[in-house]
């Protein structure tokens, strides 16, 4: 038996269309083997593994028969009409790493947050919400990004006192800041040289030095 824990994703969708004389009644996963659904010989052989099972077909049979017969192992079911269910299962297991409860609207934030590298203040995100067509609360959005923010997965960059926007760029790196057009861009380490730093009280480290450059367009 394979003591490896590990992350199985299981794709149980379709109706099986070649195996219809065992189908027509239940998802494929079900049918029987000597005695035993098919999946249940993949809990078997993965028993310290978390498995996510991502159904269309008939899954609520699926549901149905794991609450009579519970699978010796961890998972959950998806369906795959509501999500995108790869996104979700990686969003949602990023929220578990931090100790944070994964609800619809956090995971469906961190996919919009996490897809690319990218600056963003929150009225932009609320913005890219709305073209999304999610229904998320302003206070959820806020608090979500706040959560991120103390959890070390958001830096912030506060150009006054009433602007900041966020930075999937977690790496030392500088900014320059374009005050004509209100846009933010990344500047590489290499290209900002220190001649010489300026004197700190002896009792304090430097930890980091980043630069941030605002211009305007001529």
């Known amino acids: 038996m394979n003591k ?26 079900l049918v029987s083997y000597e005695g035993k659904p098919v999946i249940f010989y993949l809990f078997d052989l993965f028993q310290k593994s978390n498995f996510y099972i991502v159904g269309d077909y008939q899954i609520d049979k699926i549901k149905r028969y794991f ?3 519970a699978p010796p192992v961890n998972f959950k079911i ?18 578990r790493d931090l100790n944070v409860t994964p609800t619809k609207q956090r995971v469906e934030l961190a996919h919009i947050i996490f897809s690319k590298k990218q600056h963003f203040t929150a009225n932009e ?18 608090n979500t ?25 977690l ?16 500047i590489d380490n290499d290209k900002v040289v220190f001649a010489e730093l300026p004197e700190i009280p ?5 930890e980091s030095t980043e630069v941030l450059i605002k211009a305007r367009n001529k």
Do not use: V
Request: proline content about 1%.
């Open 171 to 186: 790496d030392h790196h500088h900014h320059l800041y374009n005050t004509t057009m209100s846009t933010l861009t990344d």
């Open 145 to 169: 990004l706040s959560l991120l923010e103390d959890k070390g997965m958001l830096k912030t960059i506060n150009i006054d006192n009433e602007l900041k926007f966020y930075d999937t760029n």
């Open 67 to 69: 609450k009579i017969n």
């Open 202 to 206: 002896k009792n304090l480290q430097i």
């Open 4 to 29: 490896k824990k590990i992350e199985i994703i299981i794709q149980a969708g379709g109706r099986g269309s070649r195996l219809r004389h065992f189908t027509w009644n239940k998802p494929k996963c």
């Open 125 to 142: 995100l609320i913005s890219m919400a709305d073209r999304k067509k999610l229904n998320i609360s302003m206070a959820t959005i806020y």
């Open 78 to 95: 998806y369906k795959t009409i509501y999500y995108n269910t790869t996104m979700y299962i990686k969003y949602e297991k990023l929220y």
